[in-house]
């Protein structure tokens, strides 16, 4: 992976362990981190018949792909998970069965909304990313939600996308050693140039 493009600042590759670390709720938020909408499918016909289908679809995680965090410790950072991690991510989803568990914004549960369908992107396999999101990597988490609620229904166009909450490690990658050794560089030749100016 090459990240030279990219800001000057720490990028870290997620990880997940058997202990604690997973995915324990999807957020419908307005500003997805990963930057990609969801789609709304509300009618669809089949054998002639008009369903009322209530489903969101979109990307939960894009494999490979930077995301820009922030806080308190680390200042700004890059966060990036890779397709082995979104595997583990996945499995270990379904296996704690936190299919339901959907909240709003982080924060406010919802109940009667529910994955009912996931995949993820592998072209080798045949499985590809859904119409609208073709430039999605290998490995990127896809899926669909029931929604039965019938306010957070009405109320979708309140949200744009999903985003995953959870533990997660990080694990520093060779561009963090790069931007902490250009930021050191920096601070020291501020250090100098201070010392020139004051003449000592």
Known sequence: MVFASMEQLPVYLMTIDEDGEGVSYVSLVESPAIERPFIALSTQQRFAEDAALRILTGPLMLADTPILRSDDQRGKYYVIFDKDTIRKMVQ???????????????????????????????RERGVNPPKG????????????????????????????????????????????????????????????????????
């Open 133 to 200: 999101f073709e430039d999605a990597p290998d490995g990127s988490w896809f899926g669909s939600f029931k929604v039965e609620n019938d306010k957070v229904w009405a109320e979708r166009d309140q949200f744009t996308g999903f985003s995953i909450e959870g533990y997660f490690g990080m694990q520093p990658t060779e561009a963090s050693v790069e931007a902490a050794m250009a930021n050191l560089e920096e601070a020291f030749n501020l250090f100098l140039h201070t010392i020139k100016q004051r003449g000592i």
């Open 92 to 122: 270990k989803y379904f296996k704690q069965q936190n299919q339901a568990k959907v909240n709003a914004e982080h924060s406010k549960p919802l109940d009667g909304v529910y994955m009912f369908e996931s995949y993820l992107i592998d």
